[in-house]
């Protein structure tokens, strides 16, 4: 069985610092692995996914995330955080053709 | 970029009644697509999968014939919530995939039973 966890419910930083989102999963075979953002009151935005070569995977809007196989991690990162990255992230898994398992979602706070 | 389509965004529906929701793949054919509901603050639950020309494969959990889905054309999957009540009130969010495996999302629906 496929799942995610997303340890942190919340991760608050100050505009201008780096932010780490944190995600590790847990899948039999090779994980397609995602991460979503969504605003309050609206679906899902894409940011990135792995699928396979470079472990560093960059996305939309400045993030991006880096695969670790011996850690089973997918942690997602932005050098420097705007207040305008404050949403809810939700790290996600499957395999091709299925639908994606996701985390319960980390709450971003950017601080100004 | 490929674009998900849901309709409507918000619907009030009473007691008893039955409300259908649009998801549209716009630019892309998907021959699967995926049901979610979300409670607020909380993850997406995936209620069924559509398939395109064949039966929906639904959760373990989620009722059949309340939540009704039908995959009518490569860009289309509707979902009805029959006789609906205040518990079904919720967002629910549709999927597909495309090329590459990206998933992409609707906007969702919120639907609030009175």
């Known amino acids: 069985a496929q799942s995610v966890a997303q340890p942190e419910d919340q991760v608050n930083v100050a505009e201008g610092n780096p932010l780490t989102v944190k995600c590790t999963y847990s899948v039999s075979g090779n994980p397609y692995l995602f991460w979503y953002v969504q605003y309050p009151n609206r679906g899902l935005q894409f940011l990135l996914k792995?699928?396979?070569?470079?472990?560093l995977v960059k996305g939309s809007y400045g993030f991006e995330a880096e695969f670790n196989k011996s850690q089973t991690s997918f942690h997602l990162k932005k050098p420097s955080a705007l207040v305008s990255d404050s949403a809810l992230y939700f790290c996600a898994v499957n395999q091709a053709g299925t639908a994606l398992i996701f985390g319960k979602g980390t709450t971003l706070s950017v601080s100004s | 970029g490929a674009v998900v389509s849901q309709h409507p965004s918000r619907v009030i529906c009473k007691s008893g009644t039955s409300v259908k929701i649009e998801c549209r793949s716009l630019d892309f054919q998907a021959t699967t697509m995926f049901w979610y509901r979300q409670f607020p603050k909380q993850s997406l639950m995936l209620m069924a999968t559509?398939?395109?020309?064949?039966?929906?494969?639904?959760e373990q959990g989620v009722e059949k014939d309340k939540f009704l889905i039908n995959h009518a054309s490569l860009t289309l999957s509707t979902l009805t919530v029959t006789s609906a009540h205040p518990e079904d009130s919720s967002f629910y969010i549709c999927?597909?995939?495309?090329?590459?495996?990206?998933?992409?999302f609707g906007e969702g629906s919120w639907l609030t039973v009175v």
């Open positions: 792995y699928i396979t070569g470079d472990n």
């Open positions: 559509s398939n395109e020309g064949s039966k929906a494969t639904y």
């Open positions: 999927s597909a995939p495309s090329q590459g495996n990206t998933i992409y």
